[in-house]
């Protein structure tokens, strides 16, 4: 199945859909349980880096999963404006964050990973 995004009509926040095409448990902003949870979502919405990186924030474990994990965890910090794994980068980068290895390495794994998500929906 190809990961979907869905746009929340009742708390406006973006969430993955499951395989009957309503979208996954959430919570609303303030944290409070979504009505909007296990409903059909508003919109399906075109599948970014962002959107994509942003359902990664709970990997938890080794390696790869380690990586995008962390790294969607921080790139949180640096707002909505970029959608590519670049533009992460010059987001981070005017943040004054220094590009060392590791960073670079999780931008990779990451990037790599949604290639392989996009080209999975390509063949779909």
Known sequence: MTMKIGLCGVCEGEHRTLQDGTLRKHNTPDGAPCPGSRRNPAAILPLTFRRWLTTQANRHGH?????????ARAAQLYGDDWTTTEDLADAMGAAGVNPNAALVRYLTEAADEYKTVLESARQT
């Not at 390696?63 to 790294?71: F, N, Q, T, V």
């Open 63 to 71: 390696g790869r999963d380690l990586y995008i994990g962390r790294l």
